[in-house]
Structure formats: structure tokens, C-alpha cells
């Protein structure tokens, strides 16, 4: 699976701004697409996940805010992230989800796209 993401740039805060990722390849197994992001100095954390049955995960930090859509046609996922604040700034990261059978443990393997830079000014 390869993702390509698009979308990113600067906004003052209160902007909005649009992420989109479109995956190719092996998509056939995808369970969940979703975006991560990382701040400087800072782990790799969920920021939004859709799955396959259209169920979504949040952050906290972002719940009302931003908002996930999924494209299974397409493959694509998007993130329409509105009244953006300075500490939304990171590099973001889509992320697709795979089911993997090793013996008996199945887990998901994470495929992630390039970052793109988001950066919320005061």
C-alpha cells in the first residue's frame, strides 16, 4: 500500500484547512485509514481514524473541530480541520490500517504516507 497526502500550508488560527490522502496499490485489505500527527519533539499521536464500517475515532484534543470522511471508491481520506490553533501545528501523517496473521496473533499493520506540514499562527 502506498499513501499519497496532499493538502497542508500555513493558516492563522481560526483557519481551516484540508488533508487528503489517496492510497494505492494492495487496498483491497485496508480496514481503517486515518491521520497522525507529530510535533516537534513530540510521539506520532492519532489525531482522527475512520474504519471500514464507517465508525470514527477522535482525539480529544480535536473532537468537534476536525472532521474525517472516507472515499472507499476512491481510496481516499480526508480531514477538513476547522478553527485550527496554534498547537494543531505539527506534521501530519495518513495512516491505513491492514489486518496481519503471524501464527495466531492477527494484528494491524500500519502503511504511513509522507508528512505534510500544517503550521497554525497566533
Known amino acids: 500500500v502506498q499513501l499519497q497526502a496532499s493538502g497542508g500550508g500555513s493558516v492563522h488560527a481560526g483557519g481551516s484547512l484540508r488533508l487528503s490522502c489517496v492510497a494505492s496499490?494492495?487496498?483491497?485489505?485496508?480496514?481503517?485509514m486515518g491521520w497522525y500527527r507529530q510535533g516537534p519533539g513530540s510521539q506520532r499521536d492519532l489525531v482522527a481514524l475512520?474504519?471500514?464500517?464507517?465508525?470514527?475515532n477522535y482525539a480529544d484534543t480535536v473532537r468537534g473541530r476536525f472532521t474525517i470522511s472516507r472515499d472507499i471508491t476512491k481510496n481516499t481520506v480526508s480531514l477538513q480541520m476547522n478553527d485550527l490553533r496554534p498547537e494543531d501545528s505539527a506534521v501530519y501523517y495518513c495512516?491505513?490500517?491492514?489486518?496481519?496473521?503471524?501464527?495466531?496473533?492477527?494484528?494491524?499493520?500500519?502503511?504511513w504516507g509522507q508528512g505534510t506540514l500544517v503550521t497554525v499562527s497566533s
Open positions: 475512520i474504519h471500514s464500517d464507517s465508525g470514527t
Open positions: 495512516n491505513a490500517k491492514q489486518p496481519v496473521v503471524a501464527g495466531d496473533i492477527m494484528y494491524d499493520f500500519d502503511f
Open positions: 496499490g494492495s487496498t483491497l485489505r485496508i480496514n481503517a
